[in-house]
């Protein structure tokens, strides 16, 4: 192991230098100088701001110890904040052969599992111990020697510099240049320049992850042909706050294939254009990017699809699109009349975490021909509705799609949630032709309805629905009833009267070989009437239940974890398979007691950060007091 660098006031530079803890905690200075609340007010400290804001005690200020005053040395959140003598602050290490070496175990070393056992046990639910086997460890270890791998992790070690002598290790590192790809993620980098130095000792580098290195922008530092041959490179969290560091990344690597900017501020991207001839040469993002196959934006303080998102349109390769976490509300694709130029290969898109509020919002996104997979969660508009109905009408209006949420989309559902769209949309439509809807709207506005009123509410709901004539087309043979609702028909029933045929499976142990349960259930069933069959066939307590569906083709089952919901509620189609468990009462009873535990630590360090604040305020209070009666006494 490396010894730590021994630290002076000079060699740490305020919002620059990074530093870590022994447990592994990484946080910057903010400050270097003498603390006011200190028995020597000679003694240099440094002032910590945590990366972890519960990590520190204190938000930069102190009560000193002469005035009884508070003094702020420097500003971080209530308890992010720490002051350490410089002989307790680490710097990081330097990257050398050595380093890289101590993350791989020769193979003649001690076995960590002699007889292929390991000196730990688990405990089963009888209360008995069970040995833990390790199968294969010198078979692994002799795969795992970086003479043999080809791509190496040197997460979270503290790094932040490269040799001090390059020329030195030149020849020791030269066994590492069949290495193409290095992890970097989790360390204490700050320089470009740093960076830079590191990644030429491996020349043949591909694939390079930065991630959470607070590298910065790359300013004046010019790349040059360090990343000719690098086709990956993951710079999440690296505090780069404008978009020409990456534009300057994609003019130095015309190879790259997969590119991670997450959690860092692009939305100056506005102001570069994708083809214009009339902008800057700096801000032209022309010919850039044109490998390109994947590229992650995620929280990256973008808020417009049309100024942010389209910049990267015209790219001719690109499958992956991440835009996660950012304040998109709408999509807005201008084609031209030309579908097959706006992301022309794009198969992939998660909008995850963004602001999307309505169906009508993701319609164009049927411009995209190319799209097979989308990811939504975690929005306004899923957040007000089942996952079932999300499914399923988001199967219905995009009908390109073939995964949701990572999920495939077999056949029978896309038939199933396309018919159940149009039967939706039918009634809406019926509810307008026989002024049901009107004649409640006349009630609110005290006005009349007209003929004019019926057609502009069939118009409105047509444009609401851009797919439903289409699929009212491909299904009128098996909707025929519903197609001509308001031709006389009486069939207002509710879709989730619709029955479905599951098969409910039990897989606790005392009842896993009973014949399952094949029942035609309707969609509008609770999950809790479920769980009262399941008592009476399985002999499985209600209270000890856990209920999952899976369907058909889906390898990860679903919980139905709220017993007031329907099955149409979870997607539950016809076909399903619904899964009987029983918890396990230990497990959960130590469950409950290690959240009890959480909770009680939770409180307690509320209480004393509470404590800490009132204290700040009685300080304040008695400092003001005493500050009225010197002004009163100068009166």
């Not at 390991?118 to 010198?138: C, M, N, Q, Y």
């Not at 002799?142 to 979270?156: A, D, F, G, K, P």
């Not at 994609?250 to 900017?261: D, Q, T, W």
């Not at 014949?515 to 069933?525: A, Q, Y």
Request: glycine share 6%.
């Amino acid at each position: 192991m490396q010894t730590m660098t021994t630290v002076t006031p000079s060699s740490l530079r305020p919002n620059i230098t990074r530093v870590r803890d022994t447990s592994g905690f990484i946080g910057t200075v903010l400050y270097v100088g003498p603390v006011a609340s200190a028995k020597s007010q000679t003694e240099i400290y440094a002032g910590i701001a945590w990366d972890d804001v519960t990590r520190g005690k204190h938000d930069g200020s102190v009560i000193s110890k002469s005035t009884n005053q508070i003094v702020r040395h420097f500003k971080c959140g209530p308890t992010q904040g720490s002051f350490l003598r410089l002989s307790k602050v680490d710097v990081g290490v330097e990257l050398t052969p050595q380093l890289m070496r101590s993350r791989y175990v020769r193979p003649d070393a001690e076995l960590i599992a002699p007889d292929n056992l390991l000196p730990h046990v688990a405990r089963t639910s009888s209360g008995r111990d069970k040995p833990i086997e390790f199968w294969g460890e010198v078979k692994l270890r002799n795969r795992q020697q970086l003479e043999v791998v080809e791509e190496i992790s040197l997460r979270m070690l503290g790094i932040s510099k490269p040799p001090p002598d390059v020329a030195l290790v030149l020849e020791e590192i030269a066994e590492f240049n069949h290495l193409r790809g290095i992890d970097l993620a989790g360390n204490l980098l700050v320089d470009w320049e740093d960076v830079l130095k590191i990644l030429k000792l491996f020349p043949n580098l591909h694939n390079i992850s930065l991630a959470s290195n607070r590298i910065n922008d790359l300013g004046s530092v010019a790349l040059g042909s360090s990343f000719l041959n690098v086709k990956s490179l993951n710079l999440n969290n690296c505090n780069i706050s404008t978009f020409q560091t990456i534009a300057s990344i994609g003019a130095a690597i015309p190879h790259l294939e997969e590119l991670c900017v997450a959690h860092c501020d692009l939305a100056d991207i506005e102001s570069f254009d994708s083809c214009s001839e009339n902008s800057d040469e700096e801000n032209r993002l022309e010919g850039l990017f044109q490998n390109l196959v994947l590229l992650d934006l995620s929280n990256c303080q973008l808020t417009s699809w049309q100024r942010h998102i389209m910049k990267f349109h015209n790219l001719p390769r690109l499958e992956s699109l991440i835009v996660n976490d950012n304040t998109i509300d709408c999509i807005e694709v201008v084609t031209n009349g030309d579908h097959s130029a706006v992301f022309p290969n794009l198969t992939s898109l998660q909008l995850a975490g963004t602001t999307i509020s309505t169906w009508t919002a993701l319609d164009q996104l049927n411009s995209i021909p190319s799209l097979r997979s989308l990811r939504l969660r975690n929005t306004p508009l899923t957040n007000t509705l089942g996952v079932g109905e999300v499914r399923s009408t988001a199967i219905a209006r995009l009908p390109s799609l073939e995964f949701f949420n990572a999920s495939p989309i077999t056949n029978r559902e896309r038939v199933e949630a396309e018919r159940r769209y149009v039967s939706t949309v039918s009634r809406e439509l019926l509810l307008i032709s026989s002024g049901v809807i009107l004649a409640a709207e006349r009630d609110t506005d005290g006005g009349e309805s007209t003929g004019d009123d019926d057609s502009a509410k069939q118009a409105q709901m047509f444009a609401k629905h851009p797919q439903f004539k289409i699929l009212l087309e491909k299904h009128k043979d098996t909707m025929l009833s519903l197609a001509n609702a308001g031709c006389g028909s009486s069939n207002q029933g509710n879709i989730g009267e619709e029955i479905i045929n599951v098969t409910i499976r039990s897989m606790a142990a005392a009842s896993c070989d009973m014949e399952p349960l094949r029942k035609r259930l309707p969609r509008s069933l609770k999950v809790g009437r479920i769980k009262t069959m399941c008592a009476k066939y399985f002999r499985v307590d209600i209270d000890l239940q856990m209920l999952h569906f899976r369907a058909e083709g889906d390898p990860f089952p679903s919980e139905l974890d709220d017993a007031d919901h329907s099955l149409f509620y979870y997607g539950v189609n016809d076909g399903a398979e619904i899964l009987v468990n029983e918890i396990d009462v230990e497990a959960l009873e130590r469950e409950k007691a290690r959240e009890l535990e959480d909770h009680s630590r939770r409180v307690k360090e509320q209480e004393q950060h509470v404590t800490v604040l009132q204290s700040m305020k009685k300080n304040d209070q008695r400092i003001n007091t005493l500050a009225a009666e010197m002004a009163q006494t100068r009166v």
